[in-house]
């Protein structure tokens, strides 16, 4: 029998902590960089790209990983699609911040995030 989740007698909670995730995300992502800069570092030298491109390769790998599960439950990856282009939608006046989608489509596509890489010099991001 599996173990009893707190949220599961309180259904209310699991709305809770989404939309605590959500209004958070921002602060999530920073932190995980910021982290990241202590566990591993190299990143302390990232320039502002640098950082731009870590997020994006992490978002990627997340459709990766969500587009993995949805197939093992015989929903097709590709259902992700709406979404990526409702987020590359909303983020059109923005061009740099659409490449986070349009990666993320590709390594969907592909079925594999990209590879993280350690920039040094001589290096383009």
């Known amino acids: 029998m599996a173990a009893h989740q707190t949220v599961d007698g309180l ?22 960089l910021t982290e990241l800069e202590i566990r591993f570092p190299p990143m302390r030298r990232y320039t502002e790209e640098h950082h731009r491109r870590t997020a994006e390769d992490l978002f990627a790998g997340f459709i990766v990983r969500t587009g993995a599960i ?10 992700l699609d709406p979404a990526l282009d409702l987020l590359a ?4 006046e923005f061009p740099r911040a659409c490449r986070t989608p349009a990666r993320a489509r590709e390594a969907l596509r592909t079925r594999r995030a990209p590879a993280l890489t350690i920039p040094g010099p001589g290096k383009p991001a």
Do not use: C, G, W
């Open 11 to 32: 259904p209310h909670l699991a709305d809770q902590e989404y939309t605590m995730v959500v209004r958070s995300a921002h602060q999530l992502v920073k932190a995980t």
């Open 70 to 79: 949805l197939a093992a439950r015989r929903v097709p990856a590709r259902s």
């Open 89 to 92: 939608l909303q983020l059109k």
